[in-house]
Nanobody, 124 residues
Framework: QVQLVESGGGLVHTGGSLRLSCAAS????????KAWFRQAPGKDREFVAA????????DYGDSVKGRFTISRDNAKNTVALQMNSLKPEDTAVYYC?????????????????WGQGTQVTVSS
Protein backbone atom coordinates (compact mmCIF):
# COMPACT_ATOMS: atom_id res chain seq x y z
CA GLN A 1 0.00 0.00 0.00
CA VAL A 2 1.41 3.36 -1.05
CA GLN A 3 1.55 6.04 1.61
CA LEU A 4 2.81 9.61 1.57
CA VAL A 5 3.36 11.12 4.99
CA GLU A 6 4.10 14.81 5.44
CA SER A 7 5.83 16.29 8.47
CA GLY A 8 7.29 19.59 9.57
CA GLY A 9 4.23 21.79 9.69
CA GLY A 10 3.47 24.07 12.60
CA LEU A 11 3.01 27.62 13.82
CA VAL A 12 5.55 30.29 12.91
CA HIS A 13 5.68 34.09 13.00
CA THR A 14 5.79 36.24 9.90
CA GLY A 15 9.26 36.14 8.38
CA GLY A 16 10.06 32.77 9.88
CA SER A 17 10.96 29.49 8.19
CA LEU A 18 9.72 25.94 8.12
CA ARG A 19 10.89 22.82 6.34
CA LEU A 20 8.29 20.31 5.24
CA SER A 21 9.20 16.75 4.40
CA CYS A 22 7.24 13.99 2.71
CA ALA A 23 8.23 10.34 2.94
CA ALA A 24 6.82 7.74 0.60
CA SER A 25 6.43 4.08 1.41
CA UNK A 26 5.08 1.09 -0.39
CA UNK A 27 6.66 2.01 -3.70
CA UNK A 28 9.73 3.78 -5.06
CA UNK A 29 9.02 7.02 -6.94
CA UNK A 30 12.45 7.83 -8.32
CA UNK A 31 11.03 8.13 -11.88
CA UNK A 32 8.11 10.38 -10.96
CA UNK A 33 7.81 14.12 -10.61
CA LYS A 34 6.80 15.29 -7.15
CA ALA A 35 5.04 18.41 -5.98
CA TRP A 36 3.62 20.40 -3.13
CA PHE A 37 0.16 21.93 -3.13
CA ARG A 38 -1.67 23.88 -0.47
CA GLN A 39 -5.25 24.63 0.41
CA ALA A 40 -6.50 27.41 2.64
CA PRO A 41 -10.01 27.38 4.12
CA GLY A 42 -12.60 28.29 1.53
CA LYS A 43 -10.09 28.28 -1.32
CA ASP A 44 -9.16 25.89 -4.11
CA ARG A 45 -6.08 23.72 -3.92
CA GLU A 46 -3.14 25.80 -5.11
CA PHE A 47 0.06 24.68 -6.83
CA VAL A 48 3.13 25.54 -4.76
CA ALA A 49 6.13 23.79 -6.30
CA ALA A 50 7.13 20.76 -8.34
CA UNK A 51 10.35 18.98 -9.20
CA UNK A 52 11.21 16.61 -12.02
CA UNK A 53 12.12 12.97 -11.44
CA UNK A 54 15.82 13.73 -11.58
CA UNK A 55 15.67 16.91 -9.54
CA UNK A 56 17.23 18.87 -12.38
CA UNK A 57 14.27 21.19 -12.89
CA UNK A 58 11.74 22.81 -10.61
CA ASP A 59 8.74 25.07 -10.97
CA TYR A 60 7.18 27.40 -8.42
CA GLY A 61 3.90 29.18 -8.02
CA ASP A 62 4.18 32.93 -8.43
CA SER A 63 3.25 33.60 -4.82
CA VAL A 64 6.15 31.55 -3.42
CA LYS A 65 8.86 32.08 -6.03
CA GLY A 66 12.10 33.23 -4.44
CA ARG A 67 10.98 32.19 -0.95
CA PHE A 68 10.37 28.43 -1.21
CA THR A 69 12.71 25.71 -2.45
CA ILE A 70 11.70 22.17 -3.36
CA SER A 71 14.19 19.32 -3.27
CA ARG A 72 14.15 15.53 -3.39
CA ASP A 73 16.24 12.59 -2.30
CA ASN A 74 15.51 9.59 -4.49
CA ALA A 75 17.61 7.31 -2.33
CA LYS A 76 15.35 8.09 0.63
CA ASN A 77 12.16 8.37 -1.45
CA THR A 78 11.47 11.81 0.00
CA VAL A 79 10.64 15.31 -1.15
CA ALA A 80 11.08 18.46 0.92
CA LEU A 81 9.91 22.05 0.83
CA GLN A 82 12.04 24.72 2.48
CA MET A 83 9.86 27.74 3.22
CA ASN A 84 11.50 31.04 4.09
CA SER A 85 10.17 34.55 4.66
CA LEU A 86 6.77 33.15 5.51
CA LYS A 87 3.72 35.38 5.33
CA PRO A 88 0.25 35.05 6.88
CA GLU A 89 -1.14 34.32 3.41
CA ASP A 90 1.00 31.16 3.35
CA THR A 91 -1.26 29.69 6.02
CA ALA A 92 -2.81 26.50 4.64
CA VAL A 93 -2.75 22.75 4.72
CA TYR A 94 0.20 21.61 2.63
CA TYR A 95 0.03 18.39 0.64
CA CYS A 96 2.75 16.47 -1.10
CA UNK A 97 1.87 14.67 -4.30
CA UNK A 98 3.49 12.26 -6.71
CA UNK A 99 2.85 12.44 -10.43
CA UNK A 100 2.31 9.68 -12.93
CA UNK A 101 4.86 11.46 -15.13
CA UNK A 102 8.53 12.40 -15.03
CA UNK A 103 7.93 15.99 -16.07
CA UNK A 104 6.35 18.85 -14.14
CA UNK A 105 2.70 19.78 -14.28
CA UNK A 106 0.87 22.39 -12.22
CA UNK A 107 -2.58 20.84 -12.47
CA UNK A 108 -3.41 18.53 -9.57
CA UNK A 109 -5.14 16.09 -11.93
CA UNK A 110 -1.69 14.90 -13.02
CA UNK A 111 -0.86 13.63 -9.55
CA UNK A 112 -2.15 10.25 -8.54
CA UNK A 113 -0.79 9.95 -5.03
CA TRP A 114 -1.41 12.39 -2.20
CA GLY A 115 -0.44 12.73 1.41
CA GLN A 116 -2.86 13.56 4.18
CA GLY A 117 -1.57 17.11 4.58
CA THR A 118 0.21 19.10 7.25
CA GLN A 119 -0.97 22.40 8.70
CA VAL A 120 1.18 25.49 8.34
CA THR A 121 0.06 28.58 10.23
CA VAL A 122 1.85 31.91 9.95
CA SER A 123 0.92 34.48 12.54
CA SER A 124 1.17 38.21 11.89
Amino acid sequence: QVQLVESGGGLVHTGGSLRLSCAASGRTFSDNAKAWFRQAPGKDREFVAAITWSGSNADYGDSVKGRFTISRDNAKNTVALQMNSLKPEDTAVYYCAVSSYQLIFRAPENYGYWGQGTQVTVSS
